[in-house]
């Protein structure tokens, strides 16, 4: 079975700084690997996934992330973080032929801080 | 496009009644998922369909939990007795294909209140 962990529940940078939230999957199988972004009182929206082809992903606002399959990691980077992004942040892990399921982690709540 | 439409946005209701939580999927999607968000135990998958079909419903938590797909764009959830510890936001979210690199779909959901 695949899963994923986040490293990290709370994580508080200034405005400017860099973003680094973590993410490592466990998966038997080639992982297809997601971010997602919620905003309060809105429903997740993708922020990024991976899918085997460039390991370096770009997604929306800025952010990006990288899979690194000998570190079983997806981390998501942002290299100046704004106030707008003040949100939790999920990320999650599908496997190669199991359907649409997603198993997702529990969630960083990045907080920016003037 | 519209994305996924999920009604009503709050409920709030007295235990023991039925609550019906509805769902209207992106046009096209033949996948579709319901959610459980708490701050106890985070998002949890409750079920989820496949062209109509329930796949996996091994996340309902007990019988008072029933989900329906009766056609391609519309879902219900329904709680029936409802209890306070059902109070909690729920999320709908479809995605397209059988391919496990779609991404899902998420509506704004519908925050629940049992008093």
């Known amino acids: 079975a695949q899963s994923v962990t986040q490293l990290g529940s709370h994580v508080s940078v200034s405005e400017g700084a860099l973003v680094l939230l973590r993410c490592n999957y466990s998966s038997s199988v080639p992982p297809y690997l997601f971010w997602y972004v919620q905003y309060p009182n809105q429903g997740l929206q993708l922020l990024l996934k991976y899918t085997s082809a460039a390991t370096l992903v770009k997604g929306i606002n800025g952010f990006e992330a990288e899979f690194k399959k000998s570190e079983t990691s997806f981390h998501l980077t942002k290299p100046s973080a704004h106030m707008s992004d003040a949100a939790e942040y999920f990320c999650a892990v599908s496997r190669t032929g199991g359907g649409n399921k997603l198993t997702f982690g529990t969630g960083t709540q990045l907080k920016v801080e003037l | 496009d519209a994305g996924v439409i999920q009604s009503p946005r709050h409920e709030v209701t007295e235990m023991g009644q039925e609550v019906t939580l509805r769902c209207k999927p992106i046009s096209g999607h033949n996948s579709l998922f319901w959610y459980r968000q708490t701050m106890m135990r985070g998002l949890e998958l409750l079920i989820y369909?496949?062209?109509?079909?329930?796949?996996?419903d091994s996340g309902m938590p007990e019988d008072r939990f029933s989900a329906k797909m009766p056609n391609a764009s519309f879902s219900t959830l329904k709680i029936q007795p409802s209890e306070p510890r059902d109070s909690a936001v729920y999320f709908c979210?479809?995605?397209?294909?059988?391919?496990?690199?779609?991404?899902?779909?998420f509506g704004d959901g519908t925050r629940l209140s049992i008093l």
């Open positions: 979210a479809s995605s397209s294909g059988e391919n496990s690199n779609q991404p899902q779909h």
């Open positions: 369909f496949n062209n109509n079909v329930p796949i996996d």
